[in-house]
T-cell receptor, first 114, second 108 residues
Framework: DAGITQSPRHKVTETGTPVTLRCHQTENHRYMYWYRQDPGHGLRLIHYSYGVKDTDKGEVSDGYSVSRSKTEDFLLTLESATSSQTSVYFC?????????????FGPGTRLTVL | GQNIDQPTEMTATEGAIVQINCTYQTSGFNGLFWYQQHAGEAPTFLSYNVLDGLEEKGRFSSFLSRSKGYSYLLLKELQMKDSASYLCAAARDDKIIFGKGTRLHILP
């Protein structure tokens, strides 16, 4: 299994509070991704990174920001959480092939916004 | 536009064979992934097809027809542990687009 961890694994928070999710990898992979997974929608890309300090938006980036100061860490921040951001969040990594390379997923973070 | 379609749910019997179809429409297509996802867990990689044809990997096989925008995942000798969602995903130069997944139920 690829060395990917996510923290926290579960979180309950209130509307309007900031939330940061962490993804940590030990594979030294260049590409990292944040997805959300909701019933009826499947996996949707929020943001991705193609290197330290290089990030770009995915299809559902509104309300989310990311940072990557080290190869191994990719942070996802909800500046002011809303109930619509209740979801399961997955981090993924891929090698030099980028998006056409196999993506390996972390265990996920279940976030509930009340 | 871009779109991936796969059936929402399927049911099959232990020991049988099941085929999960996927059709896709996307620009800049590079290849087609299949992932397996058990309930409450992360997706795990099953296969990646770039060229037309069938690729076999144990009990699982995956087929791609680029001209038809069509793929299928074939599962043989079904086991109870194969009960899961199966995600079809199209790879482009800039990202992977996932389908909504097919939930497969295995009956004893």
């Amino acid at each position: 299994d690829a060395g990917i961890t996510q923290s926290p694994r579960h979180k309950v928070t209130e509307t309007g509070t900031p939330v940061t999710l962490r993804c940590h990898q030990t594979e030294n992979h260049r590409y990292m991704y944040w997805y959300r997974q909701d019933p009826g929608h499947g996996l949707r890309l929020i943001h991705y990174s193609y290197g330290v300090k290089d990030t770009d938006k995915g299809e559902v980036s509104d309300g989310y920001s990311v940072s990557r100061s080290k190869t191994e860490d990719f942070l996802l921040t909800l500046e002011s959480a809303t109930s619509s951001q209740t979801s399961v969040y997955f981090c993924a990594i891929s090698g030099e092939g980028g998006p056409t390379d196999t993506q390996y997923f972390g265990p996920g973070t279940r976030l509930t916004v009340l | 536009g871009q779109n991936i379609d796969q059936p929402t749910e399927m049911t099959a019997t232990e020991g049988a064979i099941v085929q999960i179809n996927c059709t896709y429409q996307t620009s800049g297509f590079n290849g087609l992934f299949w992932y397996q996802q058990h309930a409450g867990e992360a997706p795990t990689f099953l296969s990646y097809n770039v060229l037309d044809g069938l690729e076999e990997k144990g009990r699982f096989s995956s087929f791609l027809s680029r001209s038809k925008g069509y793929s299928y995942l074939l599962l043989k000798e079904l086991q109870m542990k194969d009960s899961a969602s199966y995600l079809c995903a199209a790879a482009r130069d800039d990202k992977i687009i996932f389908g909504k997944g097919t939930r497969l139920h295995i009956l004893p």
